[in-house]
């Protein structure tokens, strides 16, 4: 069969074209597949695609490798969004690679085609890992087809369907771009990947084929298995790349977050948002539109997730953002933005310029439940007037460092591309630790035969059976305001109805040295993030609403100190592939955060403080 793909790719002659002129011009000069697949990272993912088949090096170079090269070539370094996940320079490579990687670990766990007998699959085996991975590569090429204006140097405009790029070129997004378009746009180009050998090949399998169309047509609910890979392999990508559990993204049902976003949303309209006041207010009910103020909703919405257990939640508002924009959830500018401009007059002559989110009221509530509409007006703010106040909501900012980043050594181009992310050894440590071959987190490990299997449950030895209703802890969490002493009531809830893990890879909390181990600053910024009032106070004192929270803390005493005066205890994790430190506080008493003695975490290992006593000159971080 293999014998069929031996043709030899014919190499096109780029145009030449002076660096001073490039640089003077903000072009990006095109790369040829191998300097574009170079990078480390880069390298490593292709060797775990080549893990995840049965093929020899000769056999993966033409089912595979020369697709991917195809690829790379094509999207050059364009991103795989505006402002959302992947927005940087070579980003929808990056993205291109991890799907299919992700695919492929996903299809190792299903016998295809099902309901067919070994024999039959086992001869098709190869047929639908190949075609795992043509779906999972092709799903979003359809962008740079329609999302993406392209200009080559001499003034002509680039299509896909052309060829790769051969001159260099600077690209824009399209301002009244279709959503959704690039979904059915990938059947302009699949031939331009898959060599008609390939396609002549996965044709004789009717059942995969149809699967492979569906989905290049962008119509997954009706490419079964084929179609499920992709968006698990896709939602996997995307969180890890926004700083979220890749794991728990492959996992979760497809429409988990779209319900627990709207479910947030209809809670803070009943609950806390306030409507139509006369003057300031959480937002506005015309007849036509749902009128939120975006910073107070996006906050108040990530707190009531975050308290409800809702994992993955990004801190950055641009992120939510677009979340709520993927999810259908919000109505677009006609430039393609979450964020509206408006100036809101009431009855009474108040008058506020606010930045909005859009929704349609019929998304929040039904016919008899909807409140009386706003009697005042809410007037959109014409786009060129709102450019420069809208702009710190749609451009990127920096993501956590734990993000998986691109690469490093190319600058942004002037065509208004977000610069290309700092790269942690760590990112790319954790996505290969998911793409290895234990399935476990990083801190799980198989031991040799003189010890036994670790697994999730002995990571959490000590991890509370999940409450049945709410408790007297929880009930005064939601009524006490922010203080040290609230702190401690919330960490007891949340560890009782297991919305704090605790002994687990990411946890903030961990039992070490026969007491509670509580992770800084993580645990202090997860109690400011679902207390948004934290930053209110904190602002009076001039620090950020974490350290006010960590300062209350401190003030109870009910903290462990070194024999040198520090507060701060380093842990070291030992785990199977990689170490790592924590940074934070022993509490003195385990009962006061447990009402059992829970085990020690057997991954971590306390570490005694090598400072000197503190003298006048102090850490920044000691009080």
């Known amino acids: 069969m293999f014998s069929l793909f031996q043709r030899k790719r014919s190499v096109q002659a780029a145009t030449v074209v002076s660096a001073t002129a490039i640089k003077g011009k903000g072009l990006m000069r095109p790369e040829p597949a191998t300097s574009l697949l170079a990078t480390s990272r880069r390298q490593k993912l292709l060797e775990h695609i080549w893990q995840r088949t049965s093929l020899s090096r000769t056999q993966f170079g033409v089912l595979y490798l020369r697709p991917l090269e195809r690829y790379a070539e094509l999207v050059q370094q364009f991103p795989a969004s505006e402002s959302h996940h992947h927005a940087y320079p070579g980003g929808l490579l990056d993205h291109g690679l991890e799907i299919v990687a ?9 016998l295809l085609p099902s309901g067919m007998t070994p024999e039959d699959q086992a001869a098709q085996a190869e047929a639908w890992t190949a075609a795992t991975a043509y779906a999972a590569l092709l799903h979003d090429i359809g962008k740079i087809a329609v999302d993406l204006h392209v200009e080559m140097s001499d003034g002509s405009v680039w299509h896909p369907w052309h060829g790769p790029l051969q001159q260099p070129y600077r690209f824009r997004y399209r301002k009244n771009r279709e959503y959704r378009l690039h979904n059915a746009a990938s059947g302009l180009l699949y031939n331009r990947l ?74 803070l309209l009943r609950e806390e948002l306030k409507l139509n006041q006369p003057q300031a207010s959480d937002g506005w009910l015309t007849q036509d539109a749902l009128w939120l103020v975006s910073k107070t909703v996006s906050d108040k919405l990530r707190a009531h997730l975050l308290s409800q257990g809702i994992e ?3 801190a950055n508002n641009t992120a939510v953002f677009n979340i709520l924009q993927d999810h259908g959830m919000l109505q677009a500018t006609s430039d393609d933005k979450a964020i509206w401009k408006a100036v809101v007059t009431s009855e009474s002559g108040w008058t506020h310029t606010f930045t909005l989110l859009r929704l349609a009221p019929a998304l929040i509530w039904e016919g008899s439940e909807r409140p009386p509409t706003f009697q005042g007006t809410v007037e959109v703010v014409q786009e060129d007037a709102a ?33 290309v992310p700092d790269t942690t050894s760590d990112s790319v440590g954790d996505l290969l630790d998911l793409l290895g071959t234990a399935d476990t987190a990083s ?70 040295a026969d007491t509670v181990y509580l992770v800084s600053p993580g645990i202090f910024q997860r109690y400011a993030q679902e207390h948004p009032q934290t930053a209110f106070l904190a602002r009076q004192e001039q620090i950020a609403d974490w350290q006010w929270v960590q300062k209350r803390f401190e003030k109870l005493h009910l ?48 570490l005694m403080s090598t400072f000197p006593p503190p003298q006048a000159s102090k850490p920044s971080w000691f009080p």
């Open 102 to 110: 992700y695919a492929l670990k996903l299809r190792q766990s299903h």
């Open 194 to 267: 898959l060599e008609s050998e390939i396609l002549d090949w996965l044709s004789g399998y009717p059942e995969l084929w149809s699967a492979l169309i569906y989905v290049l047509a962008g119509q997954y609910e009706h490419a079964g298995v084929l179609g499920e890979l992709v968006t698990q392999a896709d939602r996997a990508s995307v969180a890890q790349e926004l700083g979220g559990d890749p794991v728990k993204a492959m996992a979760a049902p497809k429409h988990a977050l779209q319900r627990k976003l709207l479910e947030g949303l209809r809670y």
């Open 312 to 314: 993955g939640i990004p």
């Open 387 to 419: 450019s420069a106040d809208v702009s710190p909501v749609t451009t990127p900012v920096a993501e956590p460092p734990s993000r998986v980043s691109g690469v490093t050594s190319t600058p942004a181009p002037s065509s208004g591309a977000p610069a």
């Open 443 to 512: 801190l799980s490990v198989t031991a040799s035969s003189d010890k036994p299997t670790i697994t999730d449950q002995t990571l959490a030895p000590g991890r509370p059976a999940p409450a049945t209703r709410q408790s007297e802890t929880e009930t005064n969490d939601v009524r006490m305001p922010p203080s040290g002493e609230h702190f401690i009531v919330w960490l007891r809830s949340h560890i009782e109805a297991r919305k704090l893990i605790i002994n687990d890879t990411k946890a903030l909390v961990h039992t070490v």
């Open 559 to 606: 903290h462990r100190k070194q024999d040198s005066g520090l507060n701060i205890w380093t842990c070291e994790v030992s785990g199977p592939r990689k170490s790592r430190r924590l940074h934070g506080y022993l509490l003195e008493d385990p009962k006061s955060i447990f009402p059992e003695v829970v085990p020690n975490n057997p991954y971590l290992a306390l």
